[in-house]
C-alpha cells in the first residue's frame, strides 16, 4: 500500500524523507516480525519499550518507522505521534481497507458474560439465516473456520486482518477493557455494544473499580450515530452507564427488572434451565433459557434484546435457542457414580462464583463442595473475598493451582495457606495438583454433592500434573472411565 493512503488519518509529524509513493509491505510493532518493506510501529508497552527495537527493525528490513518519542538520525523515515497505539490500530484499519464497514458488527463488554452472550447471539443469528463471525476468548470463528485465540480481544493488526478475511455478515467481537484501553478496537465503529456487567476483577491493571468502569464505558463512545447501546440496568454499573449514555443522546435500550426496561424480566421459575416470563415493549411471553443460573437469564436477554434490535423476532429468536448447545467450560455439567454432580465453570469473581452457589442451592444441594486456585502474579486483591465467601458457603473448599504463570510451586502453596488461615480460618484443604484435587473430590463425594472446579474452564492446564489430563473436563472424564485404576 502506498505510504500516504497508509497514513490517511494519522496525525503525525512528517519528516523530510517522507515519500508519499513508498510501497508499504506491512505493518509489525514486534522488530523481530518485520520483512523488508514494512512499516515498524514502536510501543512504549507495558514490559518493553518498543522504540530501544528501532535498529533491529531497520536492520530486518523496515522501510519506515513510526513512534512516540524524538528519534533523529533513522536512514528510513520516522513519523512521530502522540500515540503509537491509537496510531497502530489506525494504520492497521487502512492496510486491511477498513473491514469493519463490511459487517454488521456487534461488541460485547463487562466483566463476566460476555462468552456465553457471544455464542448465544451467533446461535441466534446463525439460525435465523445470516452468516456470522465471533472473535473472543474461547476460539475465533471466522467463516465457519475456528481460528485459535490468543486474546479475548486481538492485537489491532490480527483483529483487522480477521474482520478483513470475515465473509459474514455479522461480527461478534468481546471487547476486554484491556482491549479498549490500549486501543486495539480505535478504528472500528459498532452498530450494536452491549454491557453485560461490572464487578471485582482486574483490579492489577486498573487502579480502582471506577476506572475500570470509565474504560469499559469508553467502548460506547465508538458506536455508529444509529448504533444502538445494549445495557444490562439490574446492575448498578449498568444503571450507571444507561445515565452516562443517555445524557449524550445515545440509543440506549436496557434489560432488567424494572418497567421502565425495554425488556424486564417478569418472573424466574426456577428449573434447571430456568423458564422466565419477560415482557418486551408491550408484550409478555414466558420463554425457556437455554442455560443454567440465573446469570445466564441475564445472558440470554442481552442476547435476545440485541436480535430483536436485528430484526430477529422475540418468539423465533427464543425457538432457535431450543437448540443451542452450551457454551464450552461454562457451566459444563458431569454425571458422578455416587450421584454427585460435577460442574467446571470459568468462574473467577464473586459473583460468578456466587451465581454457581445459587445455582447449586436451588436444586436442593446437599453439599457444596468447590475447587479453585488463583492465577499466579494476576490481580491478588480479589482473593481474600472469593476464599471468605468459598469457605462461608461451601462444606468443603479445596485449594490447589490454576495457571502459576511463573510463580514458584512452593511460593504458590504459601500464597494458598496464608489465604487459608487469614480468610477461611484454616478450614480448606490444600491439593496443589489440580488433578489430584479433583480425584480427591471424586472419592469422597455423595449423592446431592454440587462441586464445582471453577478458574479454567475450557483451557487447558500450563502445569503438567499427575493424571493425564490437560483440562478439567478430560481429568473428569481420565476418573469417569478408569475409576478402578484410580481408586485402587
Ligand atoms: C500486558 C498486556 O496487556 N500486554 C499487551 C500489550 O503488550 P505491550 O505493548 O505492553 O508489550 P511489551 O512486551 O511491553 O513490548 C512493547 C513493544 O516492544 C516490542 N518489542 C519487544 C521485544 C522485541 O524484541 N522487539 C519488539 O519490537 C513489542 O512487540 C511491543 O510492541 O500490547 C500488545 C498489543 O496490543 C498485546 O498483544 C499485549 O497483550 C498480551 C499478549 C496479553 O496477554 N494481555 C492480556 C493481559 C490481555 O490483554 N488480556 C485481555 C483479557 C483480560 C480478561 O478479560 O481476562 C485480552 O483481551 O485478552
Ligand atoms: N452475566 C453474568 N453475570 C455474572 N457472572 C457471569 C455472567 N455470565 C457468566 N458469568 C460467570 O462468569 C464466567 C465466565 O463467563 P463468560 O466466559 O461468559 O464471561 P467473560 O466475560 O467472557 O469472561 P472472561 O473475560 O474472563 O473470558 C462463567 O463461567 C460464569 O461463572
Not at 456487534?106 to 435465523?128: D, F, M, P, R
Request: glycine fraction near 8%.
Amino acid at each position: 500500500m502506498l505510504m500516504d493512503e497508509l497514513l490517511k488519518g494519522i496525525k503525525f509529524a512528517q519528516p523530510e524523507s517522507h515519500d508519499p509513493s513508498m510501497l508499504i509491505q506491512g505493518i509489525q510493532f514486534n522488530s523481530r516480525k518485520i520483512r523488508p518493506g514494512d512499516l515498524f510501529v514502536a510501543i512504549n508497552g507495558f514490559s518493553a519499550d518498543g522504540h530501544r527495537y528501532i535498529n533491529q527493525a531497520i536492520a530486518n528490513g523496515a522501510a519506515a518507522v513510526v513512534g512516540e518519542q524524538n528519534v533523529n538520525g533513522l536512514n528510513v523515515p520516522y513519523y512521530q505521534t502522540s500515540d503509537s497505539r491509537k496510531a497502530l490500530a489506525r494504520l492497521a484499519s487502512n492496510f486491511y481497507g477498513h473491514p469493519s464497514k463490511n459487517h454488521i458488527m456487534i461488541g460485547v463488554t463487562g466483566t463476566n458474560g460476555k462468552t456465553t452472550t457471544a455464542y448465544l447471539l451467533k446461535h441466534i443469528i446463525e439460525q435465523s439465516g445470516m452468516t456470522c463471525s465471533m472473535i473472543g476468548t474461547v476460539n475465533n470463528m471466522i467463516n465457519n473456520q475456528a481460528i485459535q485465540s490468543k486474546n479475548t480481544t486481538p492485537d489491532p493488526l490480527e483483529l483487522q486482518s480477521l474482520l478483513a478475511e470475515s465473509r459474514d455478515e455479522v461480527v461478534i467481537m468481546e471487547v476486554s477493557s484491556h482491549g479498549i484501553e490500549q486501543q486495539r478496537v480505535e478504528g472500528i465503529l459498532f452498530d450494536y455494544t452491549l454491557f453485560t456487567n461490572l464487578g471485582n476483577d482486574h483490579l492489577d491493571y486498573h487502579e480502582s473499580l471506577e476506572a475500570y468502569f470509565n474504560v469499559k464505558a469508553r467502548l460506547f463512545k465508538r458506536m455508529k450515530s444509529q448504533g444502538t447501546a445494549i445495557i444490562a440496568s439490574h446492575n448498578e454499573w449498568g444503571k450507571k452507564l444507561q445515565n452516562k449514555l443517555s445524557e449524550s443522546g445515545n440509543n440506549v435500550l436496557t434489560f432488567g427488572k424494572q418497567s421502565e426496561d425495554e425488556m424486564q424480566l417478569l418472573n424466574v421459575c426456577t428449573e434447571y434451565f430456568p423458564t422466565i416470563k419477560v415482557r418486551l415493549g408491550e408484550t409478555t411471553d414466558f420463554l425457556q433459557v437455554p442455560l443454567p443460573g440465573m446469570h445466564n437469564v441475564w445472558n440470554t436477554l442481552g442476547a435476545l434484546l440485541t436480535v430483536q434490535k436485528m430484526g430477529i423476532s422475540l418468539k423465533k429468536a427464543a425457538s432457535y435457542l431450543s437448540t443451542f448447545n452450551g457454551v464450552p467450560g461454562r457451566f459444563e455439567t458431569f454425571s458422578h457414580p455416587a450421584g454427585a454432580t460435577f460442574i467446571v465453570d470459568y468462574a473467577h469473581t464473586e459473583d460468578a462464583i456466587e451465581y454457581c452457589y445459587q445455582t447449586a442451592e436451588r436444586e436442593n444441594a446437599e453439599r457444596i463442595i468447590h475447587i479453585l486456585g488463583f492465577r499466579g502474579k494476576r490481580d491478588l486483591s480479589k482473593r481474600r473475598d472469593i476464599v471468605a465467601l468459598c469457605s462461608d458457603v461451601c462444606s468443603q473448599l479445596i485449594l490447589t493451582f490454576d495457571d502459576l504463570n511463573g510463580v514458584p510451586s512452593d511460593r504458590m502453596v504459601e500464597e494458598l495457606q496464608k489465604l487459608n488461615e487469614d480468610f477461611a480460618d484454616g478450614s480448606a484443604e490444600i491439593i496443589p495438583d489440580r488433578t489430584q484435587a479433583i480425584q480427591h473430590a471424586w472419592e469422597k463425594a455423595e449423592n446431592g454433592d454440587w462441586v464445582f472446579i471453577t478458574g479454567k474452564g475450557q483451557e487447558t492446564y500450563k502445569q503438567s500434573f499427575k493424571l493425564p489430563a490437560s483440562t478439567d473436563k478430560q481429568t473428569i472424564q481420565f476418573l469417569k472411565t478408569s475409576k478402578d485404576m484410580v481408586t485402587s
